[in-house]
């Protein structure tokens, strides 16, 4: 039995129970386009325990203590119990009206928000001296498989946190198409898999959280960050967004494309979303300063109904969205501009080198 909540402002979860025969939850698992930022394997093991304490009838807010290390973002307790609500069909899965925005509990952060949004002239000179200070190679990387992507994204973000690569930002093309699904969201209720073989596209993984992204060569322009842990100290969450892709939305903007910082994590325009980014922190290793991932993907071109074949999105994700289709709601780069897709790849490649100095 499944049962889905979606924060408005925030991120979608989704609660999955096995019953008895008697109708009495026995085990319970949870997935969603959520963050989880922390370690790894005590991600894995609190979304664990919270699925555990939704079928014992135990507060969720005790799992939480346990667990200070990791921040929980664009959910909350309120949402998971929600969705376990639903699956047990206690409460009618779909649409809502009620109003609210990105959660984040158990913060872990040193918050320096009242700066950083409160005045935009500060931010602007924050987000400066940083990049500056953090000089980032700009690097064309050559054509990999999906998988190897995903490879690669890991790898460099731990070499970068064992300070054993300078910071690094590498712009990516794929050698075939692929859906590339969130660290903590549900294969099967995301991807419509035989779709997905019938057409030729792999199903790969991301080490970050998320939502899924749909992926065709020469029609995405994909980058990544990798930098030092330092780079977003004391920057609440959304901030960092915005910290790391101001550079690409002003370059957009330089197009006489209005893009815009929407929601957590994506990149729109008027016309619908543009892109989407997730992040994900690496721990300190072999005396390194640990390292932020954070990677982008851009539409430049879709072919929205073969998407649409292959990706499956719940009306319940689309909730507190004016527009009610997954389709409909993206805003490819082509519609607003006629730059090819090489031309544009290395224009954005430039802003990106002059972003720091």
Known sequence: MRGEYKTPGGKLVGVDVVVDAAGKPVTCTIDGDFFVLGDDDVARAMLADLGAALVAGSPLADVFRRYPSL??????????????????RKEENGSSDEKGRSICAN??????????????DAFHQIRKKRWSSLHPQVVHDVTRTPVEQMETDEDWARQVAAGQRAATLRFWSWSGPAV??????????????????????DVVRRST???????EPGKVITYSLYAPKGFVASVPLEESFRLCDQWAVDALNGLGIAAFFSGTN???????????????????????????????????????????RIL????????????????????PIRRQTDMRFEILSSYLETRAKLSYN
């Open 209 to 215: 959280g998320g939502g899924a992204m749909f992926i």
């Open 266 to 308: 994506d990149i729109a325009c008027a016309q619908g979303k543009i892109g989407g980014a997730a992040q994900r922190f690496f721990p300190p290793t072999d005396g390194g300063p640990g390292a932020l991932l954070h990677h982008v993907t851009l539409a430049y071109d879709i072919d929205a109904q073969k998407m649409g």
């Open 107 to 120: 913060v872990g952060v040193d918050d320096v928000s009242d700066i950083l949004t409160s005045n935009a």
């Open 180 to 201: 590339v699904v969130g660290r903590f969201q549900s294969i099967e209720q995301e991807v419509d898999v035989e779709a997905a073989k019938r057409e030729g596209f």
């Open 312 to 331: 499956k999105t719940s009306s319940e994700k689309l909730s507190d969205k004016a527009v009610k289709s997954a389709v409909k709601r993206v805003a």
């Open 71 to 88: 921040e929980l973002v664009g959910v909350d307790a309120a949402a998971i119990s929600k969705a376990y609500q639903r699956a047990l």
